[in-house]
């Protein structure tokens, strides 16, 4: 079982950054790969970053390539997202999740950010 808390969102102007954590609890969390997505108002809820459980694999969406750097620290059981030059099309509730195998089985309350313009 693994508990996922996410924090450090808010609102920044656009061309600014923001650093993101998701805190793991469990013992197993270095076998688990995990996910950034993001939900806007209104739309669908999309990926933004993956990375694997040893940190060697990552994975970004167009969107976000070059802007965004997704990180982990297996001591601290803890997955960053490090979100610079940020657009008001980056407005989004922030989640991280994680997966054993194939699924992203669990899931993280979320943190805001707001881009404003």
């Known amino acids: 079982q693994v508990q996922l808390v996410e924090s450090g969102g808010g609102l920044v102007q656009a061309g600014g950054s923001l650093r993101l954590s998701c805190a793991a609890s469990?013992?197993?969390?270095?076998?688990?790969?995990v996910g950034w997505f993001r939900q806007a108002p209104g739309k669908e809820r999309e990926i933004v970053a993956t990375?694997?459980?040893?940190?060697?694999?990552?994975f970004y969406s167009d969107s976000v390539k070059g802007r965004f750097t997704i990180s982990r620290d297996n001591v601290k059981n803890t997955v960053y997202l490090q979100m610079n030059s940020l657009k008001p099309e980056d407005t989004a509730r922030y989640y991280c999740?994680?997966?054993?195998?194939?699924?992203?089985?669990?899931w993280g309350q979320g943190t805001q950010v707001t881009v404003s313009s």
């Open positions: 990375i694997s459980g040893s940190g060697g694999s990552t």
């Open positions: 999740a994680a997966r054993a195998t194939t699924n992203f089985s669990y």
């Open positions: 469990g013992r197993t969390f270095s076998s688990h790969a």
